[in-house]
């Protein structure tokens, strides 16, 4: 987009020119702009126009005022022809051209300089033309200012973005201007623009880059204003960018490492498993971004009490960035540091601008060695002194982890035992064996229980046993059930003795064997190999044991409970430190050892040989109570070294030795550890390598004695020693003690160190550090240990309230609820609920644990048992579960529920579902609302009750998907159901819900929720209309429904199918035979009616309604669509006839149908054709399955006749005639009809056996029963006849008379007659001969036009029901031409019903479109009847009547020609000429063929022009044939006319006597009027009976009376209407102004069934009858118009007003009926046209001026009226 500051307006110079000066804030400058852009582009550019090249415009850009300033314009013509143009000069002044004429020669080129001369700084335009011969084009001109211009594109889409991230893009501004140009951008959010100002120079171009930062997800588009003009003013001119951007929520999901691609969500749970410490476990999972945008994230572990130690759980990526639909991989390392612990952490998956936050946590468990040794007891046995004993002890390490493990003893010769490895590592699930030495020095007993240390591992313990024997001396040998002895006396030390003597003296201790001590009730329950009895603390034996107290089952270092202390137990020799150990320069050190017992003990310390310590004495006695110092001395041997030491002393009873040999204690064992280094001063020390694991020692926040071990680790190959330095912080001393606080490390070698504390609360929080000092110099190690007891610490989530929605009564809400332990150490937590609250609410889990920082989801119920609000106040305890039942805290939950009342109901009360095809099933959905505030859950349970059936047995058809649920409140639930009808019923479900308690059990009685109805059905058909062509098209509808059966049809395909008939519910090929089996009984007969041989097939076109609300599938099988195709092998039997002759008519296709199966939609109609050829004479019967899919199944049994063209035959629809029911007793029996149908080519003459009839009165005592009016006659081929009979019952039963029906040269037919007699029928009750008894189910109106029909009637019978005799009834018919292009033409068919139904007009034509109105006029005779007319209308078209009247024209025009002409040539060329025949030829006689023999399958036979003997096979023709088929080629007949498509109305009417009418029918009494003058007497008279029927009323005289009459009333109406004077009394005395004026009828306003007016014409027949036809509307004059019965019109005469008329005079009632009865029929007329409007409104009425017009005289009327009289005679007398 090109964006201007343009300069000052433009200079006008004349009217025509407008120079291009824009305005600035035109809102279409954009567009302009860019134009001009455009144009700059082309100037500098050439085009062609009509052979020319040049620029299509010259600009000036450099221009000053007061100049002149020249352009050159440079023509070239390359085009072959010489060119010559003229120039018009521009309009202005300011552009200035030579005038003159140019004349190019092809390929040549002319300059032409133009000038211009400028006076005001604006811009110019103005254009050139030139013209040649072959047209004119134009130079634009254009003189432009330097103004300030942008070039920036329309629109800006930036890239797709994430919500509360950003995206940018870029685009360029240009400065297309000459000028120095400043901009500004403005733009708001989310959008933003970089630089927002700047500078350009001319053509310089600058990148804006432009960042989106939404903030919902929205589409964003906003204008980007950009200011621009000189610098330091202020912008005049603007530009505008479109930023378009759009925004989506990020969205991420987690995956576990198996499903990366699968989208399928990881659990919200990381589970590490248990892991080693120290060891590291790495889990991995992936961020997957399913959203369209790239998604910012951050990983973090959720805010919570951090572990002092830091979190075990890391991962590798805190944050990034996910590509849409791309993934990144996360590792989570889980490194624990705490033995036995379990460590749980959250991290939270925060994606920036995302609608949720995704925790996922992270659990593991650190597991520690598991080491045992393989017995707890070595025994050494009895050992010479000086000798040594070796046994073996295993040591397992049954747990994953690597073990490290050391021994509590030195195995340097310090002391009497040793344990090879005393240190070392055991790998996961091994074992090693160990080396215990015993080498004793002094014949006494040796007893020593020695630890083992186990990293993060409390100590075992290994007692060490042996005895000494010397040649002077040999103690009692020591044995382990001596120190089981031992054990069990140590836990009963507080009742009993110490000393043997006082043990001796209990009456409840007793010796075994060996002299041990052994309880009395304790002696049956000793085993000797236990080590241990009771549980014990190992950290703190082993605590106690590195202080100088030993026992071996000291607890306490209360001195109640020590044998023997030695102090101190660490020595530190030339280590210069402050410490509570005795440390000294010199070389010798004391060390006291105290006897707390009551004997005189015997110490004896173990010397070992090279070893830089000693101790003097070695050995002496300590009396009870006292102490004793020795004196240990450091002597190294050696120089520049580090030197260390555990020294041992056995304390044993003196007396022990003296005692009986049952009686022995075994001896204690104190340790004194020593160090020393002998560097030399000034010599420097070793410099340590050494490695502290764990470099933190965190201790459980309680303040319980508790213990942690520390790996020191001599990572050198020199040793090392160590000890704790207090000499930084003198009062960790008393607070952290650590075991061994000195001591001498091996290289390679490491040292397990315990430490032992009470955490305290005053204790610093980050912790205190312990020093190391390494090898006596100032290498020191430092050890960060936390000690502090912290509070134990549980959130309540929402603030520690719940609330819970309202809640129906009786029933119950969960809601989830989150604790969180925020503390370090493991808790029990426990719910408590006071009791009147707990049926209230309730809590699961109510009891369970929580790790450091675990969360747990507690799910609350709360039923209330009321309306109302309830505030409850559960409370949750909990404690460490390191101490149970102590520092229990408290913390109580705020739980808020309301108890409300609930109902559902359904959005429709009654829902009706409609029609379901019985068998299948329907989906249907109710609604439920639950309008109440709490959520209902209810079942469901369902009634069905059948509405149109008995209440019997019927499965559930209605089936809930669910019938349990909840719906919350204000909500709607879809209850889907199906139905399944299984009969054809109205169904009736009620839907009852029923409220559910908390237990889920039913709280309330049941409550009608809806209705569901539904009607199950099965497809249904109908046939409404009939239609006959070919051979059966002269046979009316009624004549063809009964053919047909169509009623019973109907009826069987309305009704509900048998099981039988659904065996197959679609149609299947099941059968293996040619006669399929049939599964239904109704069986219904399709008679095609008889036709002659080799006529027109048999055409029933039969329309087909769908009913019902469902599609109907139906199909007709014939019997080949119902057999299973076999190979041929298959095929066995021979046929039987009936077999034979089905496979003829199937092979020959002498039945069809069109189509043969389709679908029809509800509502639906379509035309079936079922057509019969009459190729084969005789009769036809072929088995048809009419098959309604999932509906009925009928078999029809199609029967045809083709007879012979030479034989007599009446074809009788059916053999059973059933009169009408007459009353017995009757005068005038009712006379009735029965037809007779001629279907052969011949006539055929037929007689009544009248013997029969007279038997029959014989029979009822000489009465006429049964009478026939016409018992013999004629009947024309093709054609109808109608039998009138007279049943006249004597007794009220049902009579059957079978009376035959002779035909001459022809077969004889019974036919069975019945008829009942009544009583006396009651008021009304005659049954009315109509529509709804002929024909039950016919449609009385056709809806769908059959094919080929383009006439339509607007009814198709008419039912006058029941009248009078001797009466008139008048029905109005339309025939509507249905077709847009064709002209047709009726003829109403009258002859044979002329004398009682009259229709009028009787012919005419119709344009396309057009409809015409018809008056049916009914007279009915003297006598009582059943009438059952048939009245044909004839249809042809004109364009078909148009090429007959042409080919007629032309075949008369070559008949007159041959007849006129002939013409002598040769004898060959004569005989071609074409010979006319006025009528078809009678066909030579055929050849009848060799008999037919016996056959299997009859092949085809193809009916054409050269062998039309059918029923025979074709053979060889002879030579009289073959010159008889060449003459009827060469012949041209006569042009036939076109068949006419009929049309039949049925008309039916029963006529009763005039005096059983009034009393039967007095309603209907006064709706006819009796007319008999009108109508002819015909009484009945039976043939062979001499009974005299009652004569009717004479008749009335007809003559020229009733014409005068009619014509001198006629005259007086038109007269009086004419006067001015009536017409002014009319509208003074109405009430009411007249709606109508009188107006001048055109002949083209008439019908368009009356011809032009013309002259009188004298009717040719006495007894037509004149109709007036009284036609008036507003602003028309009234003018009357006599049309007679033909159609035609008299003229229009002018009556002169009379003043005396006379009004005495009485019209006669005909008279007055055919007034009203013309003007009813011409309002029909204008309502169909639409000239009659009802509601239009009333309009003034305009008087016309008085009359001027010539009248004639009196005189002249009558003469005009003598000569009428005069013709009206003559024509009666003809």
């Known amino acids: 987009m090109l964006a201007e500051s343009l300069g000052p307006g433009p200079l006008a110079s004349g009217a025509k020119w407008k120079p291009s000066g824009k305005n600035i804030k035109d809102p279409g400058i954009h567009q302009r702009q860019r134009g001009g852009k455009y144009r700059r582009q082309a100037s500098s550019q050439r085009s062609c126009l009509l052979g020319l090249e040049l620029k299509p415009e010259l600009v000036w850009e450099d221009w000053d005022l007061g100049g002149e300033f020249t352009e050159t314009l440079v023509l070239k013509n390359i085009h072959s022809k010489l060119q010559k143009l003229h120039i018009r000069p521009p309009l202005s002044k300011f552009f200035t051209l030579i005038p003159q004429i140019i004349v190019l020669s092809p390929g040549t080129s002319f ?19 030139f013209q040649t011969k072959d047209g004119s084009f134009q130079v634009c001109l254009r003189a432009t200012i330097p103004c300030h211009a942008l070039e920036v594109p329309d629109s800006v889409l930036l890239p797709l973005c994430a919500v509360q991230n950003s995206s940018h893009s870029t685009f360029l501004l240009k400065n297309v201007s000459k000028l120095q140009t400043c901009f500004q951008w403005e733009c708001a959010a989310p959008f933003q623009l970089s630089p927002e100002q700047g500078l350009l120079k001319p053509g310089q171009e600058c990148h804006i880059t432009v960042l989106f930062q939404p903030q919902e997800a929205l589409v964003y588009q906003q204008q980007a204003n950009c200011k621009f003009g000189e610098e330091g003013d202020k912008a005049e001119s603007c530009c505008t960018v479109l930023l378009q951007g759009l925004a989506k929520y990020p969205c991420l999901q987690l995956r576990n490492s198996g ?34 945008v790239t998604a910012s994230f951050s990983l973090s572990q959720l805010s919570s009490g951090a572990p002092l130690l830091g979190s075990e759980f890391s991962c590798d990526v805190p944050r990034g960035k996910v590509a849409p639909g791309g993934s990144l991989q996360a590792t989570v390392t889980y490194t624990p540091a705490v033995v036995d612990s379990v460590s749980v952490e959250y991290l939270s ?18 597991v520690g060695p598991n080491v045992s040794l393989s017995s707890s007891v070595v025994d050494f046995g009895c050992v010479e002194e000086g000798g040594a004993v070796v046994q073996t002890v295993e040591l397992v390490n049954s747990s994953p982890v690597e073990a490290l493990y050391q021994w509590v003893l030195d195995c340097s010769g310090n002391s009497v035992f040793s344990i090879q490895p005393a240190s070392g590592t055991l790998c996961p699930h091994s074992h090693t064996t160990l080396k215990a030495v015993y080498r004793p020095t002094q014949p006494i007993a040796h007893h020593r229980r020695v630890a083992c240390l186990i990293l993060h591992r409390d100590p075992m313990f290994l007692d060490l046993i042996g005895t000494c024997h010397s040649e002077l001396q040999q103690p009692a040998i020591l044995k382990p059930e001596h120190l089981v002895l031992y054990k069990l006396h140590w836990y009963r030390r507080q009742d009993l003795a110490d000393t043997p003597s006082d043990i001796q003296q209990d009456n409840n201790v007793h010796l075994d064997q060996q002299g041990a001590l052994c309880p009395v009730e304790e002696q049956s329950h000793q085993r000797p190999d236990s080590a241990g009895v009771v549980c014990r603390n190992p950290m703190e034996e082993y605590y106690q044991s590195c202080l100088g107290c030993m026992d071996p089952l000291s607890s306490s270092s209360s001195l109640s409970s020590l044998h023997v ?24 050190q004391p060390v006291s050892i105290t006897n707390h017992t009551r004997e005189k003990l015997s110490l004896v310390w173990t010397a070992a040989q090279d070893s830089p310590f000693t101790v003097s004495p070695p050995l002496c006695e300590l009396a009870p109570l006292k102490s004793t110092s020795f004196r240990v001395t450091y002597d190294p041997k050696q120089l520049n070294t580090l030197h260390g030491a555990q020294l041992e002393c056995f304390a044993f009873y003196k007396d022990n030795q003296d005692l009986e040999e049952r009686v022995l204690f075994p001896p204690w064992c104190v340790t004194v550890r020593v160090i020393g280094h002998s560097f030399q001063p000034g010599k420097e020390h070793f410099i340590p390598s050494c490695s502290l694991k764990p470099p933190r020692v965190v201790f459980p926040a309680l303040s319980v004695l508790s213990h942690q071990t520390v790996l020191l680790q001599n990572c050198g190959d020199l040793p090392l020693t160590f000890c704790l330095d207090h000499s930084l912080n003198p009062a960790l001393a008393e607070s952290v003690f650590v075991v061994p606080s000195c001591g001498l490390i091996q290289p390679g070698s490491h040292q397990i160190l315990m430490l032992r504390t009470t955490p ?12 190391l000092r390494l090898n006596a110099a100032k290498h020191t190690k430092e050890l960060a240990v936390v000690s502090v007891v912290e509070h134990i610490c549980m959130s309540l989530e929402g603030d520690n309230s719940l609330y819970f929605q309202p809640t129906a009564v009786g029933s119950r809400t969960q809601r989830s609820h989150h604790i969180r332990n925020l503390s370090r150490l493991p808790l029990r937590f426990q719910w408590s609920i006071p009791e009147s609250e707990q049926e209230l609410i309730s809590v699961e889990p109510d009891a369970g644990e929580l790790h450091p920082n675990e969360s747990s989801v507690q799910i609350w119920s709360f039923s209330p048992l009321a309306e109302k609000t309830y505030t409850l106040k559960p409370t949750l305890t909990f404690w460490p579960i390191q101490t149970p039942g102590c520092n229990k805290s408290h913390l109580t939950l705020n739980v808020v529920g309301m108890g409300a009342k609930g109902s559902i109901e359904a959005e429709k009360a009654v829902l009706d579902v409609g029609e379901t095809l019985v068998g299948s099933y329907r989906s249907i959905q109710v609604p439920l609302v639950n309008n109440s505030p709490c959520p209902v859950s209810f079942c469901l349970s369902v009634q069905q009750i059948l509405l149109d059936e008995e209440l019997t047995y019927d499965p559930k058809t209605l089936q809930l998907d669910c019938d349990r649920g909840t719906i919350a409140s204000h909500a709607t639930m879809l209850l889907r159901s199906t139905v399944r009808p299984h009969r054809r019923a109205q169904y009736l479900w009620t839907i009852s819900y029923q409220m559910l308690n908390a237990s889920g059990f039913v709280s309330s009685p049941p409550q009608t929720v809806c209705e569901v109805r539904a009607k199950g059905v099965f497809p249904t058909l109908q046939v409404i209309d009939v239609w006959g062509g070919g051979s059966v098209g002269s046979l009316s509808k009624v004549h063809l429904w009964k053919l047909f059966s169509l009623d019973s049809l109907n009826e069987h395909m309305l009704s509900n199918p048998s099981p039988a008939e659904l065996t197959y519910r679609t149609p299947t090929r099941h059968s ?27 055409t029933f076109v039969l329309m087909f309604h769908n009913p019902g609300s469902i599609p109907v599938d139906w199909a007709f099988l014939f019997p080949e669509d119902q057999q299973i195709e076999l190979e041929y092998w298959a095929e066995t039997g021979e046929f039987s006839s009936a077999e034979l002759h089905r496979m003829k008519v199937q092979d020959n296709h002498l039945f069809s149908i069109s189509p043969r199966s389709g679908t029809l939609l509800p509502g639906q109609q379509r035309t079936i054709h079922f057509t019969y050829s009459h190729n084969f004479a005789g009769t036809d019967r072929f088995p048809v399955v009419f098959k309604l899919s999932y509906g009925r199944e009928i078999l029809l049994n199609f029967q045809g006749v083709t007879v012979e063209r030479d034989r007599p035959y009446l074809h009788f629809a059916s053999k059973r005639h059933v009169f009408t029911s007459v009353t017995i007793g009757n005068c005038s029996p009712l006379r009735q009809m029965y037809e007779l149908n001629n279907g052969g080519a011949v006539p055929v003459r037929y007689e009544v056996d009248m013997a029969v009839l007279s038997q029959l009165q014989v029979d009822n005592f000489n009465h006429p029963l049964l009478c026939c009016l016409n018992p013999e006659g004629v009947v024309l081929p093709g054609k109808t006849a109608i039998l009138e009979w007279i049943f006249s019952p004597l007794e009220a039963k049902v009579y059957h008379m079978d009376i035959p029906i002779h035909i001459q040269d022809g077969d004889s037919t019974l036919v069975r007659f019945e008829g009942c007699g009544l009583n006396s029928p009651t008021l009304g009750s005659t049954t009315p001969f109509g529509c709804s008894h002929t024909k039950a189910s016919e449609a009385c109106v056709q809806r769908l036009p059959f094919p080929g029909q383009v006439l339509f009637l607007s009814e198709d019978s008419v039912c006058l029901g029941d009248i009078p005799v001797c009466s008139r009834s008048s029905r109005i018919l339309f025939l509507t031409n249905v077709s847009h292009t064709d002209t047709v033409h009726y003829t109403w068919d009258q002859q044979s019903n002329q004398q009682v139904v009259q229709i009028h007009p009787d012919q005419g034509s119709l344009c396309p479109g057009e409809s015409a109105l018809c008056a049916l006029t009914f007279t009915s005779t003297d006598y009582p009847t059943a009438y059952q ?12 009547l148009t090429r007959y009247h042409d080919a007629l024209q032309r075949w008369k025009e070559e008949k007159a020609r041959q007849q006129d002409e002939f013409t002598i040539t040769d004898k060959d060329l004569t005989q071609s000429q074409e010979v006319l025949i006025d009528k078809e030829p009678v066909a030579a006689p055929v050849r009848k063929g060799p008999p037919l ?20 096979i074709c053979t060889k023709l002879t030579r009289a044939e073959r010159r008889a088929q060449r003459e009827t080629a060469k012949a041209w007949r006569c042009p036939e006319p076109p068949q006419p498509a009929l049309l039949h109305l049925w008309v039916t009417a029963h006529s009763h006597c005039i005096l059983e009418y009034p009393p039967h029918f007095p309603n209907q009494s006064n709706e006819h009027y009796r007319c008999p003058s009108s109508v002819k007497p015909q009484q009945p008279e039976a043939s062979s009976s001499s009974t005299s029927l009652p004569a009717g009323l004479p008749p009335p005289t007809h003559g020229p009376d009733r014409d005068i009459t009619m014509h001198v009333l006629t005259s007086l109406l038109s007269g009086i209407l004419d006067d001015p004077a009536f017409t002014q009394s009319l509208i003074t005395l109405a009430s009411k102004p007249i709606t109508y004026q009188l107006r001048k009828t055109s002949p083209s306003s008439l019908p368009s069934f009356l011809p032009p007016p013309s002259c009188p014409t004298i009717p040719s027949h006495p007894t037509h009858q004149r109709q007036v036809l009284l036609s008036g509307t507003v602003g028309q004059k009234e003018q009357h118009n006599t049309v007679d019965s033909e159609g035609t019109a008299g003229c229009w005469r002018n009556r002169r007003p009379t003043q005396n008329t006379p009004h005495t005079e009485h019209v006669p009632a005909d008279m007055s009926e055919d007034v009203l009865l013309n003007t009813l029929q011409n309002l029909m007329i204008e309502a169909v046209r639409g000239e009659l409007v009802l509601t239009a409104h009333p309009r003034t009425v305009i008087l016309p001026p008085f009359s001027t017009r010539s009248r004639r005289t009196s005189k002249a009327m009558a003469e005009e009226e003598e000569v009428d009289l005069r013709n009206r005679k003559e024509s009666a007398g003809t």
């Open 1429 to 1440: 007319l048939d009245i044909v209308c004839q249809v042809i078209q004109e364009a078909a």
């Open 259 to 292: 499903t990366k691609d699968e989208k399928k969500q990881c659990g919200k749970e990381l589970h590490f498993g248990s892991v080693a410490v120290g060891q590291s476990l790495q889990k991995h999972f992936y961020i997957f971004n399913p959203s369209p």
């Open 565 to 588: 202390s030695v102090m101190p137990s660490e020595l530190l020799f030339n280590h210069k430190i402050s410490s509570i150990l005795s440390t000294s320069s010199t070389s010798s």
């Open 111 to 129: 300059s032409m300089p133009i000038s211009f001369r400028p006076l005001q700084r604006c811009e110019y335009e103005d254009s050139i033309e």
């Open 1072 to 1098: 293996l035979s040619s006669s399929p089996s049939v599964f239904t009984k109704v069986l219904l007969d399709f008679n095609f009616s008889a036709a002659p041989l080799t006529s027109e097939p048999s």
């Open 349 to 366: 998956l925060k994606c920036r601008g995302a609608l949720n936050e995704t925790l996922i946590k992270l659990t593991g468990n650190c």
């Open 1493 to 1512: 023999r016996k056959y299997k399958t009859l092949p085809p036979i193809c009916a054409s022009a050269n062998c039309e003997a059918v029923g025979t």
């Open 760 to 771: 305290t609360e005053d204790s610093p929080k980050q912790g205190f550090s312990l020093h």
